[in-house]
């Protein structure tokens, strides 16, 4: 037992198909078993979200040496669950999101899948990591990430991480990299989310879209400010939203 390679569970919400998560498999296989499951499709914006009134089904797509990727017809979350319950012969040593297409820093954590998957491992108390690039295009270019992605892979089994506490990853564009900044995420906001038309047959439709404002851009200590100028963020963040500076003001409420 003491030689057992660990068992490292990935998931994403581009899909079991996506060049990240395929990525993410050929840097990994080396340093532990990779048990995969993603969903079947595109999944992306389901933050937390799982099925809870309809069935899942799953499938063997592939298995190697040291790997097997099932696909699941559920959410990022539904996948982590599913696997956690019926694919897992031990309690993994780390789970894993990504590699996503695109990025998930500031209040883009809330809505992702990719979070959502980083975030339900690190409240089933295992050490967990969200990996993404800022990159939307189905051929981005992980191949600059390998090394510090298995250098935070092999950190993070070595040393382990808090309780409730995970680690969200994000890598600007390019060939090389300026260093690596631990930071907090920006303050941001989106505008201009809804895009309505016509349809030739009498009713309104609507779109999700939206523009991304960067609300504090000087701001060197986050994670916004580190992509814009080249360098990995890597942003701690904790499952427990509780705002402890506000407790106490609270408790003095005349209620």
């Not at 089933?124 to 090394?147: G, Q």
Request: net charge neutral.
């Amino acid at each position: 037992m003491k030689n057992m390679k660990p068992l490292i569970l990935i998931s994403n919400d581009d899909g079991y198909h996506a060049k990240g998560l395929n990525s993410l498999i050929d840097m990994l296989s080396d340093i532990g078993y990779l048990l995969v499951c993603a969903p079947e499709s595109a999944r992306s914006g389901y933050s937390a979200a799982f099925s809870a009134t309809e069935p899942l089904r799953l499938k063997l797509r592939r298995k190697g040496d040291n790997y097997e990727v099932w696909s699941c017809t559920g959410t990022p979350v539904d996948c982590v669950k599913m696997a956690l319950s019926e694919l897992c012969s031990r309690k993994p040593d780390l789970v894993i999101g990504g590699i996503n297409h695109g990025d998930n820093a500031s209040v883009n954590t809330h809505y992702s899948g990719t979070m959502g998957v980083t975030r339900e491992g690190c409240m089933k108390y295992i050490p967990s990591l969200a990996f993404s690039l800022c990159d939307h295009s189905d051929d981005a270019d992980f191949e600059p990430m390998r090394t510090l992605v298995r250098s935070i892979v092999n950190q993070t089994l070595s040393n382990g991480l808090p309780t409730h506490v995970c680690l969200n990853v994000n890598f600007p564009k390019g060939k090389e990299y300026k260093g690596v900044k631990v930071c907090r995420m920006a303050k941001a906001t989106w505008s201009k989310e809804v895009v309505r038309n016509h349809h030739p047959r009498g009713y309104d439709y609507y779109w999700m879209v939206g523009e991304y404002n960067n609300d504090e851009p000087t701001a060197e200590d986050t994670d916004n400010w580190a992509l814009t100028h080249g360098y990995v963020a890597i942003t701690p963040t904790t499952v427990d939203v509780t705002a402890y500076n506000t407790l106490e003001t609270i408790k003095r409420w005349n209620f």
